[in-house]
């Protein structure tokens, strides 16, 4: 079963604007993770944010984290058609000197031109 | 740098055959995922190994399933006696120790009729 729960599921916007996404999440957390897949094609990773974090920057990319609220957010700035892809977060689990990543259901992007 | 890379892209088969997918990870990197996720979802974790050790199990991975990692390099998973609920794409990923970022492969999405 998934993790967590990302809202909107699906978010539309235009060319420059900023898109902010959220994710909730249930158990604790070593640390959080964002990661984009354009359609059809595997995963990319964007983002770690550790769980004594509260802030991450990189590049156009702005990752919050809130343990007590269980929750994260991921901010794209001045958005590109590139953006255009489905965004999921996902909690990292430790298991056996490693970590697993469970997914939330993902935001799918638009960004139109 | 070579990625992650995943053999075939793409499988169709009958119900009830077996398949068998491939997964060549980044060199040097001893630890290898398994996931799967099918449409509209998130990946799912089913399986991973350090090395040719398989140390965690999920319990998505039925006694149809099997992954093998037998020189600790590339690794397969076998599903055997197909069901039309295995579709799905079936994503690999490599990780290298202290980085706790996944690389994901492109998936090789399999139907079954």
């Known amino acids: ?113 | 740098d070579t990625g992650v890379s995943q053999d075939p892209r793409h499988k169709i088969t009958k119900r009830g055959q077996n398949v068998t997918f491939r997964c060549d990870p980044i060199s040097e990197h001893n630890r290898l995922y398994w996931y799967r996720q099918t449409l509209g979802q998130g990946p799912e974790f089913l399986t991973y190994f350090q090395n040719e050790a398989q140390l965690e199990k999920s319990r998505l991975l039925s006694d149809r399933f099997s992954a093998e990692r037998p020189k600790g390099s590339f690794s397969t998973l076998e599903i055997q006696r197909t069901e039309q609920g295995d579709s799905a794409m079936y994503l690999c990923a490599s990780s290298r120790p202290p980085s706790h970022e996944q690389f994901f492969g492109p998936g090789t999405r399999l139907t079954v009729l």
């Open chain 1, 1 to 113: 079963s998934q993790q967590g729960e990302e809202d909107p599921q699906a978010l539309s916007i235009q060319e420059g604007e900023n898109a902010t996404m959220n994710c909730s999440y249930k158990t604790s957390i070593n640390n959080l993770q964002w990661y984009r897949q354009n359609s059809g094609r595997g995963l990319v990773h964007l983002i770690l944010i550790r769980s004594n974090e509260r802030e991450k920057h990189s590049g156009r990319l702005r990752v919050t984290l809130d343990t007590s609220k269980k929750s994260s957010s991921l901010l794209i700035t001045a958005s590109r058609a590139a953006d255009t892809a489905s965004y999921f977060c996902a909690t990292a689990l430790l298991i056996q000197g490693a970590q697993k990543l469970v997914f939330g259901q993902g935001t799918r992007l638009t960004i139109n031109p």
